[in-house]
């Protein structure tokens, strides 16, 4: 995971509430067996069908910073749809709530969802939509959002902050342990499971 | 310290103990992978570059997906294949072994593991499937986990968590001839509710479990997750060790004796305390039934469909009028006249030999009715093989039966073995949600000897049906 300290880019006004993960990323996808190229499902059906939608205009289409309105990410929680933003480019989400696994699960891809008041989601898309292609700055060390001339504060617990900023995920935080891991193995009874080498039914003397 | 079997086997994995909120790291000794949950795991080690730690604490198995039928052909559906196909490819390139189609130990990864001996007491084991709790019935801490986990488990062989909190399931007393293990389990999610054991490991307890075999523990803990738990356990005993003695990888010599010797000392404390505790009496119990579209809507089988307003709490009353509806169940009919199209017989619940053997007892020397289809999956290779030798096979077939290769098959209906609109079964799995068995798919839960004596029947009913009316 690459480590965030601050991160500008174009800023997408998402004027709607309660997106769920459906919508950031329909079912069908799910039937794939990879973890990347899930742009083209990010919000499939309102790219599809919507040509007002905010992606499909073009000053937003290279958007990288999502300013969502409240309960952004709820329903299933399936992990794709922090993929699918990832992939598409996104690398920070802002809305005034998020779905708890959603969050989590962005907190391990290294997406930053930083949570603003309803009254700066407001101004932000104002901003934004006022002048199409904004760039608006994430500033995860000072936990700040500038857009324009107007600077706002974003609320991201400590941790997730400190893992994102060191660009730990939670495998890499592990192993840096690894030493304790060795040392536990080291520990381990030597009639404790082991799958190989291959011993079945008919292996067996 | 006094301890709980869960919290003992907890200690027993922690490589480092969590400070300030941060979770505990926990040893994982045995990772079991199917080709649905695991691709995008793979797929995360490839893009970061890492292999997984222990090839040697890793085993993998299709089943899922996998077809019952014709399974030397190519697989017709395009994602099942390409699943499978996947993991076959992941396997080879991280080196991890593999049980494929047409392979002796191919099945249900939560039937492959105890019959290789890799299940053992006292370990802990995952899957990125919810059903991993089986594996609690030998001690073991089990539990399902997420993709992203999978990857953390190749990566490190740990997890970080926080401790689960312990609920005491006592069951006391003997079943009567003709109730099952499937029966308690049906009966204790009636009785706390899909989410009663949210947050909790359940420890189940009591004569009535002691009494049980593994298979019968195995099909108690595997429905854990049904009442919303994380895991179920059973504390070993000899019923255990005789059962994981002489199977491929289980201890042997000296390491065996260590072994037993260690694992007689996973037992909860007698003045341990646990957090929660049910009881239930196994002398009061009869077969049971779900009637809904969740675990917890079910009854005995001698009771009659419910009425919404038999159920005082609001969401209970919606739940069951949204369940009526969906099944087409008029309240006040008696369960025993509710007609069944299909019988599955199978799954990680039921899909052992020792089912098999309960489920062919009932049919032995009886017929089919007509109306019914059914279905005999057995739950790994290796049971059908073990059926067939003696020779459960012959009675299946006599009775009109459809015997199958091994595979989750229509518990889920990811392959072609699935209900149609409107069909109803009777099945020995663990979920009837709204189309879990096939879109439109009505499904009741039941027992092997249940399901058995329904399909000589065609409509629900229990083995003591057929000898009244014999
Ligand atoms: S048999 Fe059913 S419950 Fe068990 S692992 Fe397969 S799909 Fe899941």
């Excluded at chain 1, 193995?185 to 082991?194: D, I, L, N, Q, Y």
């Excluded at chain 2, 649905?36 to 089943?63: C, K, N, Y």
């Excluded at chain 2, 298979?215 to 255990?240: V, Y």
């Amino acid at each position: 995971m690459e480590a965030f300290t601050t991160h500008t880019g174009i800023g997408v006004p998402l004027r709607r509430s309660n997106v769920d993960t459906d919508q950031i990323i329909p079912a069908v996808y799910l039937k794939r067996v990879t973890k990347t190229g899930f742009d083209d499902g990010l919000f499939n059906a309102w790219r599809t069908n919507d040509p007002e939608f905010v992606l499909n205009q073009p000053a937003y289409a290279k958007g990288s910073v999502l300013v969502a309105g409240p309960d952004f990410g709820t329903g299933s929680s399936r992990e794709h749809a922090v993929w699918a933003l990832r992939d598409y480019g996104f690398k920070a989400v802002l809305s005034t709530r998020f779905a708890e696994i959603f969050r989590g699960n962005a907190g391990k891809q290294g997406l930053v969802a930083g949570i603003l008041s309803q009254d700066d989601i407001e101004q932000l898309w104002k901003i934004l939509e006022e002048n199409p292609g904004t760039e608006v700055t994430v500033d995860l060390e000072n936990r700040q959002v500038h857009a324009g001339d107007a600077t706002f504060r974003f609320e991201i617990d400590d941790y997730t902050r400190w893992r994102l900023m060191e660009g730990l995920d939670d495998i890499a935080l592990t192993l840096r342990h690894e030493e304790d891991i060795s040392a536990f193995e080291a520990k381990r009874p030597s009639w404790m499971p082991k799958t190989l080498p291959v011993r079945t039914a008919d292996t067996q003397v | 310290m006094a301890g709980t079997l869960a919290e003992k086997v907890w200690a027993d994995h922690v490589v480092r103990r969590g400070e300030n909120g941060e979770p505990d790291l926990l040893y994982i000794d045995l990772q079991l992978l199917h080709e649905v949950t695991s691709p995008q795991a793979f797929d995360g080690l490839r893009q970061e570059g890492r292999t997984p730690r222990r090839i040697d604490q890793t085993i993998a198995t299709e089943d899922h997906n996998t077809p019952t039928i014709d399974i030397d052909k190519p697989i017709a559906d395009i994602t099942s294949r390409t699943q499978i196909e996947t993991l076959r490819r992941n396997a080879e390139e991280f080196g991890v072994r593999i049980h494929s189609l047409g392979d002796k130990d191919q099945g249900i990864v939560h039937v492959v593991g105890p019959q290789l001996g890799l299940t053992m007491p006292g370990i802990t084991v995952v899957c990125g499937d919810s059903h991993t709790s089986t594996h609690g019935a030998f001690g073991a801490l089990a539990f399902g986990i997420g993709t992203s986990e999978v990857e953390h488990v190749l990566a490190t062989q740990t997890l970080p968590l926080t401790p689960f909190k312990t609920m005491a399931v006592t069951v006391t007393g003997s079943l009567k001839p003709g109730v099952t293990a499937k029966d308690i389990i049906l009966a204790v999610i009636a009785k706390i509710g899909t989410g009663g054991g949210a947050g909790y490991v359940l420890e189940y307890r009591g004569e009535a479990i002691r009494e049980l075999s593994m298979e019968g523990r195995m099909t108690i803990c595997n429905m854990s997750i049904e009442a919303g738990a994380r895991a179920g356990m059973i504390a070993p005993d000899e019923t255990t060790f005789e059962y994981v003695k002489g199977r491929p990888h289980a201890p042997q010599g000296e390491d065996w004796d260590e072994a037993v010797a260690y694992w007689k000392t996973l037992r909860t404390d007698d003045d341990a305390t646990f957090d929660a505790e049910v009881v239930i009496d196994a002398d009061q119990l009869e077969p049971f039934v779900t009637w809904g579209t969740n675990p917890g809507q079910g009854l005995p089988l001698s009771a009659a469909v419910p009425a919404p307003e038999d159920f005082v709490d609001q969401t209970d009353r919606s739940a069951a009028e949204r369940a009526l509806e969906y099944m087409d169940l008029v309240p006040g009919t008696p369960l025993k006249d509710i007609k069944v199209d299909t019988v599955f017989m199978g799954s990680c619940t039921n899909g052992r030999i020792e089912d098999l053997r309960a489920f062919a007892s009932v049919l032995e020397g009886r017929t089919k009715h007509p109306d019914v289809r059914v279905l005999v999956v057995p739950g790994s290779a290796r049971v059908r093989l073990q059926a067939e030798q003696v020779g459960l096979e012959k009675v299946f077939f006599d009775f009109g039966a459809e015997w199958r290769q091994a595979g989750c098959s229509m518990c889920l209906g990811m392959n072609p073995d699935q209900l149609a609109p409107g069909e109803c079964a009777a099945s020995t799995s663990n979920r009837n949600f709204e189309g879990r068995q096939g879109k439109g798919g009505r499904t009741h839960l039941v027992s092997p000897v249940v399901a058995a004596a329904t399909a000589v029947r065609g409509t629900l009913s229990s083995p003591s049906d057929l000898l009244t009316n014999a």
